[in-house]
């Protein structure tokens, strides 16, 4: 009943941007967290950012601090990450995940506790 869909993913130059949408659909409520997720090729699932939907509340991995940046679009049910002087250590397949969120605060970058993800979109930064 619960889909994410990304989109958004492609080749870049390093310094360049991209800019990733999360379409959820079959949410009940209106207080989630989303989260972005990363991995790539031989490396550990790396949360990048979170948002409370309920509070617009947004949270940063200290690796992505300053240049991506999440927000949600309550009308289209989308949520974005916005990706800006990508590096190639940015490379990588970046999934949405959701779930309820227990209170307003921020969500923690836990990929355990997320119970629903999205196929990804991959994300390609040359030197």
């Known amino acids: 009943q619960v889909q994410l869909v990304e989109s958004g993913g492609g080749s870049v130059q390093a310094g360049g941007s991209l800019r990733l949408s999360c379409v959820a659909s079959?949410?009940?409520?209106?207080?989630?967290?989303v989260v972005w997720f990363r991995q790539a090729p031989g490396k550990e699932r790396e949360g990048v950012a979170s948002i409370n939907t309920g509070s617009d509340t947004p949270y940063y991995a200290d690796s992505v601090k300053g240049r991506f940046t999440i927000a949600q679009d309550n009308a289209k049910n989308t949520v974005s990450l916005q990706m800006n002087s990508l590096n190639p250590e940015d490379t990588a397949m970046y999934y949405c995940a959701a779930m309820r969120a227990i209170t307003l605060g921020r969500c923690l970058l836990i990929g355990q506790s997320y119970i629903h993800w999205g196929q990804g979109t991959q994300v390609t930064v040359s030197s």
């Open positions: 079959g949410f009940t409520g209106s207080r989630n967290c």
